[in-house]
């Protein structure tokens, strides 16, 4: 089974083909990522605009790579996935639109997937892991603990009520006049820092939900930057130094209760998953180390590229979907908003600006 895939959610341009073999185990014959990152920094954040026009300029060279690279021709393809949502509209409508283009062209199914099913599928892709297993998701978009209990089969068990684990730490690099974007920069920062120098909330901090807060943190943070200016590298580094450990904290805490909850109505996980931008720090991904033994299961983190958004991760999501007969039609809507979990209700006090809760 070979697969497209066609990613164009937020600022990344990317495409890919990737094969699925009969014993469930996928091979990568190309994944082609094009940041936008510089089109973008200038504003300190993603302009939505700005992404809609590069995806649109940079996307058919891509698909074009990809397929070249992967040595596969359009009509030897099983299926075109594309992520429909949830996120940036335009740039959904982009990807999208252009997956439809291919399918009907060349008469291949479409198979329309939604990003974060993307996210929770890709363990898969790059080793054997047999469902269910948990899934802590942290991106600038998304701050999730899900149950992944089958193909098509999601449970969310917790969510942010404001920002984005990884907006947060891009908003406070901002404050701190570090450059976008900002997770690199304040884990950076963090190293040479005294993280006890700054008395930081650990917000939700032993609640019997699995929720995440991060904006009053975040206000704190600025509290102090505007009580101290102006900052000094050193000031800057503490800061950031007490911002991770408050946010390691309370991710622990957060994810420990995610497992409890998991562990009562789905029995032991056969790991613990950690996808999205944020993942890629270290101090977090140590820290989940301790998290999973807690609860006695394994930690599996996927590559840092694969961990990203890129479109390898969007065919395996449509190979597995194809692979359980699966497959939309060319109605199929691009979604600003699209929930994993269908039955999931906003938290208490959701107040969250970005796509999906
Ligand atoms: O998954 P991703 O590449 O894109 C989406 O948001 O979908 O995640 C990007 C986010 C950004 O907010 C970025 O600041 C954050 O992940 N990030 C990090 C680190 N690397 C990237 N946050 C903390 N520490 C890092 N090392
Ligand atoms: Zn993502």
Same mark, same amino acid.
């Given at each position: 089974? #070979?697969?497209? $895939?066609?990613?164009?959610?937020?600022?990344?341009?990317?495409?890919? !083909?990737?094969?699925?073999?009969?014993?469930?185990?996928?091979?990568?014959?190309?994944?082609?990522? *094009?940041?936008?990152?510089?089109?973008?920094?200038?504003?300190?954040?993603?302009?939505?605009?700005?992404?809609?026009?590069?995806?649109?300029?940079?996307?058919?060279?891509?698909?074009?790579?990809?397929?070249?690279?992967?040595?596969?021709?359009?009509?030897?393809?099983? $299926?075109?996935?594309?992520?429909?949502?949830?996120?940036?509209?335009?740039?959904?409508?982009?990807?999208?639109?252009?997956?439809?283009?291919?399918? %009907?062209?060349?008469?291949?199914?479409?198979?329309?997937?939604?990003?974060?099913?993307?996210?929770?599928?890709?363990?898969?892709?790059?080793?054997?892991?047999?469902?269910?297993?948990? %899934?802590?998701?942290?991106?600038?978009?998304?701050?999730?603990? !899900?149950?992944?209990?089958?193909?098509?089969?999601?449970?969310?068990?917790?969510?942010?009520? /404001?920002?984005?684990?990884?907006?947060?730490?891009?908003?406070?690099?901002?404050?701190?006049?570090?450059?976008?974007?900002?997770?690199?920069?304040?884990?950076?920062?963090?190293?040479?820092? /005294?993280?006890?120098?700054?008395?930081?909330?650990?917000?939700?901090?032993?609640?019997?939900?699995?929720?995440?807060?991060?904006? $009053? #943190?975040?206000?704190?943070?600025?509290?102090?930057?505007?009580?101290?200016?102006?900052?000094?590298?050193?000031?800057?580094?503490?800061?950031?130094?007490?911002?991770?450990?408050? !946010? %390691?904290?309370?991710?622990?805490?957060?994810?420990?209760?995610?497992?409890? =909850?998991?562990?009562?109505?789905?029995?032991?996980?056969?790991?613990?998953?950690?996808?999205?931008?944020?993942?890629?720090?270290?101090?977090?991904?140590?820290?989940?180390?301790? !998290?999973?033994?807690?609860?006695?299961?394994? #930690?599996?983190?996927?590559?840092?590229?694969?961990?990203?958004?890129?479109?390898?991760?969007?065919?395996?999501?449509?190979?597995?979907?194809?692979?359980?007969? %699966?497959?939309?039609?060319?109605?199929?809507?691009?979604?600003? *908003?699209?929930? =994993?979990?269908?039955?999931?209700?906003?938290?208490?006090?959701?107040?969250?600006?970005?796509?999906?809760?």
């Amino acid at each position: 089974m #070979l697969v497209l $895939g066609i990613e164009t959610t937020c600022d990344e341009t990317a495409a890919a !083909v990737v094969e699925r073999l009969p014993d469930g185990s996928a091979r990568i014959l190309s994944n082609i990522v *094009r940041s936008q990152t510089e089109e973008h920094a200038p504003y300190g954040g993603v302009v939505p605009e700005i992404a809609a026009r590069a995806h649109v300029e940079l996307l058919d060279g891509l698909v074009a790579r990809a397929m070249k690279e992967s040595g596969v021709g359009f009509p030897q393809l099983s $299926g075109i996935a594309a992520a429909a949502g949830p996120g940036l509209i335009g740039g959904v409508i982009v990807g999208l639109t252009t997956a439809k283009a291919i399918a %009907l062209v060349h008469r291949t199914p479409l198979i329309a997937v939604n990003h974060l099913e993307a996210h929770a599928l890709t363990p898969r892709l790059t080793r054997a892991l047999e469902f269910p297993y948990c %899934l802590f998701l942290a991106s600038g978009g998304h701050t999730q603990i !899900v149950a992944v209990l089958g193909v098509g089969n999601y449970v969310r068990l917790g969510t942010t009520v /404001d920002d984005a684990m990884g907006e947060a730490f891009d908003k406070v690099a901002k404050m701190l006049g570090l450059p976008y974007p900002g997770g690199p920069q304040v884990e950076r920062a963090a190293e040479g820092g /005294d993280a006890s120098r700054f008395n930081f909330p650990r917000p939700m901090l032993g609640r019997p939900d699995a929720n995440f807060s991060l904006s $009053g #943190l975040k206000t704190a943070v600025r509290n102090e930057a505007s009580r101290i200016d102006p900052l000094k590298p050193q000031d800057i580094s503490d800061l950031c130094a007490g911002f991770q450990a408050a !946010v %390691l904290e309370a991710t622990a805490d957060r994810l420990g209760v995610g497992l409890k =909850l998991f562990q009562e109505r789905f029995g032991t996980p056969r790991a613990l998953v950690a996808a999205g931008g944020v993942a890629a720090n270290r101090a977090i991904r140590a820290s989940l180390e301790g !998290v999973a033994a807690k609860a006695q299961t394994m #930690l599996i983190i996927p590559p840092p590229a694969l961990c990203t958004d890129n479109g390898a991760m969007i065919a395996w999501a449509g190979a597995e979907r194809l692979a359980a007969g %699966l497959t939309d039609t060319l109605e199929a809507p691009p979604r600003a *908003r699209w929930l =994993l979990d269908a039955n999931a209700q906003a938290p208490a006090g959701f107040a969250n600006t970005r796509a999906g809760f």
